[in-house]
Nanobody, 128 residues
Framework: VQLQASGGGLMQAGGSLRLSCAASGRTFSNYVMGWFRQAPGMEREFVVAISRGGGRKYYADSVKGRFTISRDNAENTVYLQMNSLKPEDTAVYYC??????????????????????WGQGTQVTVSS
């Protein structure tokens, strides 16, 4: 599956951005989707994952209550609504796809090695 992320930009702290990730090439609804981010000099870190049907979501503690993931399987797109942005949210944001399922405890796949397909990334910069 090919993934194309968009929607990044420059925003002041406290503002909002909505990222999109459009998928093509394979059946989108067969994949759990995730967002990761990578700040300069840092390892890529998990942000959030959403189950195939969209009913289960698993957030990193750092974004819980501020970010919301959603997906539209008819449009082959996953979204990341980011509110109350902080300077520490500054990073390149990547969408990714995996066939690894959510666990029974509602935790989703959160390791980079669990994701087979990656988008090219979109830069989010939050100024203080």
């Amino acid at each position: 599956v090919q993934l194309q992320a968009s929607g990044g930009g420059l925003m002041q702290a406290g503002g909002s951005l909505r990222l999109s990730c459009a998928a093509s090439g394979r059946t989108f609804s067969n994949y759990v989707m995730g967002w990761f981010r990578q700040a300069p000099g840092m390892e890529r870190e998990f942000v959030v994952a959403i189950s195939r049907g969209g009913g289960r979501k698993y957030y990193a503690d750092s974004v819980k209550g501020r970010f919301t993931i959603s997906r539209d399987n008819a449009e082959n797109t996953v979204y990341l609504q980011m509110n109350s942005l902080k300077p520490e949210d500054t990073a390149v944001y990547y969408c990714a796809a995996t066939q690894t399922e959510f666990g029974s405890s509602w935790s989703g796949p959160r390791n980079t090695y669990e994701y087979k397909y990656w988008g090219q990334g979109t830069q989010v910069t939050v100024s203080s």
